[in-house]
């Protein structure tokens, strides 16, 4: 399981590569997001967090996930700081040895990424900056993997 919260860039393609060397899981699922210009007038978005605070957080979920679905392994990079649109801002990594855990692990950390993990989010633009609202849909997919 790796973690990493960080404001520099990553390689998409060397991150997938390192995380499936030495992996005998039979499915890994890669995802990455991207900073969006839905309007076409963001000039950037700034993301910001507390460290260690985000850290542990993300960490827990991690490793709920684990222990959720049969994973061999689990990648989780965020980052942080001010990004334009186009940049990856996250990718979510898991291994399993089937395909149906290996989904259903990055789904789950992915609706937590978005909905519940530490971080503010702030869209710049021509007009000023707004900070980014929850979403009413965000919560509904995260809903779906309540225990209870």
């Known amino acids: 399981m790796r973690l990493s919260v960080q404001t520099e860039a990553f390689d998409l393609g060397a991150e997938s590569n390192a995380f499936a060397s030495g992996t005998k899981a039979g499915a890994i699922v890669t995802f990455t997001g ?7 007038t963001l000039s ?10 985000t850290e542990r957080a993300i960490s827990a979920i991690m490793q709920d996930a684990i222990t959720r679905w049969t994973l061999t392994d ?11 649109a186009g940049e990856p801002i996250m990718m979510v990594a898991t291994a399993a040895p089937h395909r149906a855990d290996a989904f ?13 993990a530490p971080f503010w989010k702030k869209e710049i633009g021509a007009d000023g900056a707004d900070w980014v ?9 995260l809903s779906r993997w309540d225990k209870g």
Do not use: W
């Not at 991207?34 to 076409?40: L, W």
């Not at 689990?74 to 334009?84: E, K, S």
């Not at 609202?133 to 997919?141: I, R, S, Y």
């Open 34 to 40: 991207i900073v969006r210009d839905n309007c076409g």
């Open 74 to 84: 689990a990648l989780v990079i965020h980052r942080h700081g001010l990004l334009t």
């Open 104 to 116: 259903a692990a990055a789904e789950f950390l992915m609706d937590y990424l978005k909905s519940r």
């Open 133 to 141: 609202a929850a979403k009413q849909t965000d919560e509904d997919a």
């Open 44 to 53: 950037a978005m700034q993301i910001e967090h507390y460290p260690g605070m």
